[in-house]
């Protein structure tokens, strides 16, 4: 049941809300048991658009190797 959980879209625009969308990916990687940076940046990079995918785009490029816990921070600022 656990690989039937999807990963809400983020865009970065309007009034949606960052801790609640940190929430909800945190909890569907705890159900499926993703430990690997790897997967969750992959699995968080397929629900970005708009700008929240450009941002990404610009800060993977200035920082390849950053983990979940940098890209979340920096998301956050």
Do not use: C
């Not at 039937?4 to 909800?24: H, I, M, S, T, Y």
């Not at 705890?30 to 941002?55: F, G, H, M, P, Y």
Request: proline content about 3%; aromatic content about 10%.
């Amino acid at each position: 049941m656990a690989s039937a959980l999807k990963l809400p879209v983020f865009r970065g625009v309007g009034n949606e809300d960052l801790d609640q969308f940190w929430f909800v990916v945190r909890v569907v990687w705890e159900a499926q048991a993703v430990a690997d940076d790897n997967i969750k940046k992959a699995t968080l990079v397929s629900v970005l658009q708009d700008r929240a995918l450009t941002w990404y785009i610009k800060h993977s490029n200035n920082h390849p190797n950053a983990g979940i816990a940098e890209i979340q921070n920096m998301l956050n600022r």
